[in-house]
């Protein structure tokens, strides 16, 4: 064909022309417009209907309100009316519509498609998923169940499936809390997390405790640390090891040598008995009890200072303005704890407040009531030395015969050889249930995809309440958005397939938790009498008006000081000269959430640092090892190494490195897979002798240059540190 | 032009066509689609042909004959920004014991028997950087006429409006248009005694 000038132009002004009335053209998709079926009450197309649920990303128990637009979850907010978070929540669950949303969610049922955990997987369907694991459990002689701390009707359909097939329920936690509540079962012998008044406090001492970044109930801590300073204006003591959140917020930030924090407690005790700044009717039965004043001596100021590295006219003054500025509250968290003395150092520090007497007192120390018996406060953990054994037990052929791994991640968090990834390898069958992949699901024989907490119902009391029963409820607020079905969903499908009808009370989850509310209530209506109470309880987000007697307080502490055991640490100091000290940051927590591109970018509070793990030194150490910010070194401790940039921090102290826990993961997603280096991997196994607790502040390590720089991810260029001595600010000349 | 001849190249007149060319043809379409783009945009055009819906559907028989109120099927139009189409079950209603054989009504019957959508072909549309609410329009006692024409007399639902900026803002600035008393048809209280002329009310 011969193309000449005239048709060639003619051609191309027709094929532009073409493409300006296409290209301008509304999408022929966005002509259709579909009607309901049935038009759904109460919502118009484009119109927000809030709902309020669960923060179940908080094992503390926060509420929200979440927005939805025709049918999806877009946007949370706290729950105004609940008396926990009062509205407020923290950025996980801001971030939470993400992971709902997530791309990189198990979207449906799946087994390995080759070797176990060799990372490629077949899709199959919910049916044959149930009944494959209907076939494994049914006949099973062992059954093993590994869950999160669950709370609420959740933890109970688990405890019932695993009694009614035989099982043991073994709760995983790589942040354990239980050194804290052994300590408060010590002091103030109580089964249950005491409020900490903090808003009416004129003093708080927080030993190593992130109350208002990550430990605890820090919702409610923070808003109760901004009224304690709008109100009384009174005064906050950080004592800890490594700079928190909350010590960069405090009046007062006193570094303690690691894991002396119980000497120290005992020695702002002593000076408050030695000079008599409370009455001895307040102080006399409590030191009694814990070994008399004798006792107390031996931790007199100028007798643990050195230990401790705080000075004695510092341990003074802190006593004194305690004593000065009551009420005031004392409590011990994080690192303090986390030592093989942990127990002993949560409990001296707790003891503090039965020297001021202020227990049961606005601004000091509060009883909570218990969690009601059907809807429990979030599980205990089993106790890292029960891990570690277990897992030497499962590597030494000591296996179940089905092992059920739900919204837990031991195979990343369990420090020490073999590991847990390794010790399951000869259990016959591995199920993993949870919303992304994980160190542990991602090793399993079956995989099945669990649904957001936005979609599924649930129920918690929280811990701590505020000094009163507090329920909240948990509702789904959108329909899954994947193939995904909620735990306790599953359980009580296979309960009547196993054992036949009527095995457990409950038909789905829905059933159980309204049951648990009718009960809460003790109601005289139940059925559909209930219904619209129960609109209204789920309408609120939960209840808080019901009367609950509140725990009482021992009168005397069950807890002995008279030979307390120092800390100790793994690896000698000669060869590995720096403590290990691992911190949780308010984004990422212990590593759950870190699939979430919006929580990896949001900068730690005090480095602004994203995206990767990081080694905290101070200046001049930093100085000494020829290292700078950004420039990679070493870690190196008795069970490995790992390879972090350098943030060189002036408030580190000069024989600490401090990493952040919860990265380097290879299973979760596109945006939490080969992002910085995981801390348990080169953590001792060292646990708490008190209560079995991993010890993970408890590891020497050294540090060496590697002579490589990264580009340090800050959300802030990083300034030198000012030094005020040779460069004053302000210098006033003459008088 | 001495100085100009320095600075510049010099060109044949062959390298001058194929540079001058295609320059010119551009400025000329640039032009061009400007001037269409505001002739589209202010005086209208975009009056679209009423399209072929999937059950012929006769306002003139519900609206007119029949005199149903139009907030009667359209039921969001006075409580939020959209005015709704109805819903299956809500058409059934009344066809459940209204015209049951009817071709349409065979038709609107058989999907409410497998609980199906209607996938109705959209007559009205604005263009996304509206936002357009009705319950505010009806609150003012602005009639559905003005903008929808006089549908109790269209047997098949079609545009009479080219629904642009001109014509919303040739409303809201005819004071005369506002309303006297301030009871409105849904019952809310009319806020503003006259139309806003902000951008931001519709563009947002």
């Known amino acids: 064909m011969h193309l000449g000038r005239r048709k060639f132009l003619a051609g191309v002004a027709g094929t532009a022309g073409g493409v300006v009335i296409v290209g301008c053209a509304a999408p022929e998709r966005e002509s259709r417009v579909q009607s309901f079926v049935l038009a759904p009450e109460h919502s118009l197309p484009g119109d927000s209907v809030w709902f309020a649920t669960a923060d179940a990303h908080s094992n503390v128990g926060n509420s929200v309100v979440v927005r939805t637009v025709d049918g999806r979850a877009k946007k949370v907010e706290g729950n105004p009316a609940f008396p926990i978070n009062q509205g407020k929540t923290d950025v996980r669950a801001q971030a939470a519509v993400q992971s709902l949303y997530h791309p990189d969610r198990i979207k449906t049922p799946m087994i390995p498609a080759g070797k176990r955990g060799d990372g490629r997987y077949e899709e199959i369907i919910w049916e044959r998923a149930l009944d494959m694991l209907g076939a494994a459990i049914g006949p099973a002689g062992s059954f093993h169940l590994v869950t999160s701390r669950l709370t609420g009707t959740e933890a109970r359909v688990a405890g019932a499936f695993a009694d009614l097939v035989g099982g043991d329920h073994l709760v995983y936690e790589p942040i354990e809390n239980g050194t804290f509540q052994a300590a408060v079962k010590k002091i103030l012998g109580v089964d249950n997390t005491p409020h900490f008044d903090i808003a009416n406090a004129g003093t708080v001492l927080s030993f190593g405790a992130d109350f208002v970044g990550t430990w605890g109930s820090s919702v409610m801590y923070s808003q109760a640390y901004s009224r304690m300073r709008g109100g009384n204006r009174g005064r906050l003591t950080q004592l800890e090891t490594r700079m928190s959140m909350t010590g960069a917020s405090a009046d007062n930030w006193i570094y303690v040598k690691p894991g002396q924090e119980g000497a120290l407690a005992l020695s702002i005790a002593q000076v408050i008995v030695a000079e008599a700044l409370v009455h001895f009717d307040v102080w006399r039965d409590v030191v009694e009890a814990i070994g008399g004043v004798d006792v107390l001596n031996q931790y007199a100021p100028d007798v643990v200072a050195e230990r401790t590295g705080v000075t004695v006219t510092t341990v003074q003054e802190i006593a004194r303005e305690f004593v000065d500025r009551q009420p005031g509250v004392a409590f011990a968290g994080g690192p303090a704890l986390a030592q093989t003395n942990g127990l002993d150092n949560g409990a001296a520090v707790l003891f503090l407040n039965l020297v001021v007497g202020n227990l049961d007192k606005a601004g000091g120390v509060l009883a909570n009531p218990m969690a009601p018996a059907h809807i429990p406060a979030p599980l205990p953990e089993t106790p890292f030395a029960g891990w570690r054994s277990y897992t030497d037990d499962l590597a030494a052929g000591t296996v179940p015969d089905v092992l059920f791994v739900y919204d837990a991640d031991p195979a990343y968090g369990i420090p020490g050889n073999p590991g847990f990834a390794d010790a399951i390898a000869e259990v016959p069958f591995v199920v993993g249930m949870s919303s992304f992949m994980n160190e542990t699901v991602g090793l399993a024989d079956l995989i099945l995809p669990a649904t957001h907490p936005f979609e599924a119902w649930g129920d918690f009391t929280a811990d701590p309440g505020p000094g009163t029963q507090v329920v909240g409820f948990q509702q789904p607020v959108t329909t899954p958005w994947n193939d995904a079905r909620s735990f306790g969903d599953v359980l009580l499908t296979l309960a009547p397939e196993i054992k036949g009808e009527g095995a457990l009370p409950w038909a789905s989850m829905h059933e159980a938790v309204r049951a648990g509310a009718e009960k809460l209530f003790g109601m005289e209506e139940t059925g559909a009498a209930f219904d619209a109470s129960w609109v209204e309880l789920l309408r609120r987000g939960g209840a808080w008006e019901q009367a609950a007697d509140v725990s009482e307080f021992a009168a005397l502490p069950d807890w002995d000081a008279t030979a307390l055991a120092g800390p100790e640490f793994a690896g000698d100091a000669g060869s590995f000269n720096f403590h290990l000290i691992p911190f949780a940051t308010i984004a990422i927590g212990a590593g759950n959430e870190s699939e979430s591109p919006w929580l990896q970018s949001v900068g730690d509070p005090l480095t602004t640092v994203t995206w990767t793990s990081w080694a905290e030194l101070n200046p001049e150490t930093a100085a000494e090892l020829g290292v700078g910010t950004g420039d990679v070194v070493a870690i190196d401790a008795r069970h490995g190494t790992i390879e972090v940039p350098v943030f060189v921090s002036p408030v580190t102290p000069p024989d600490v490195v401090a990493v952040p826990i919860g990265r380097g993961r290879n299973f979760g997603g596109r945006w939490r897979r080969d992002r910085g280096e995981n801390i348990f991997s080169v953590l001792d196994p060292m646990t708490d002798t008190g209560t079995g607790s991993l010890a993970w502040a408890s590891t020497r390590a050294r540090v060496r240059s590697v002579d490589r720089k990264i580009a340090m991810p800050t959300l802030e260029r990083v300034e030198e540190p000012r030094n005020d001595v040779e460069e004053p600010v302000l210098e006033v000349e003459g008088e | ?204």
């Not at chain 2, 003012?140 to 903008?147: D, F, G, K, Q």
């Not at chain 2, 900026?165 to 248009?177: A, F, I, L, V």
């Open chain 2, 1 to 204: 032009m001495g100085v100009l001849r320095g600075l510049l190249p010099r060109l044949t007149r062959r390298q001058m066509a194929l540079i001058g060319i295609p320059l010119t043809l551009g400025g000329l379409a640039t032009a061009g689609a400007v001037a269409v783009l505001i002739f589209l945009g202010a005086s209208g055009g975009t009056i679209r042909p009423a399209p072929v819906q999937p059950i012929a559907y006769d306002h003139a028989v519900h609206a007119g004959d029949n005199a149903i109120p139009c907030e009667f099927c359209h039921r969001g139009v006075s409580t939020g920004a959209v005015a709704t189409i109805p819903s299956v079950e809500q058409c059934m209603y009344c066809h459940a014991v209204v015209g049951q054989d009817l071709p349409g009504v065979l038709r609107l019957a058989a999907k409410w028997e497998a609980q199906e959508p209607i996938e109705w072909t959209r007559v009205h549309r604005l263009p996304d950087h509206v936002r357009f609410v009705h319950v505010t329009h009806i609150d003012a006692n602005i009639p559905c006429e003005t903008c929808h024409g006089d549908v109790e007399t269209f047997a098949v639902m079609k545009q009479v409006n080219a629904l642009n900026m001109g014509e919303c803002m040739g409303c809201h600035r005819d004071t005369t248009n506002q309303p006297a008393s301030s009871a409105s048809p849904s019952g809310n209280a009319v806020l503003k005694s006259s139309a806003s002329l902000d951008c931001a009310v519709c563009h947002r």
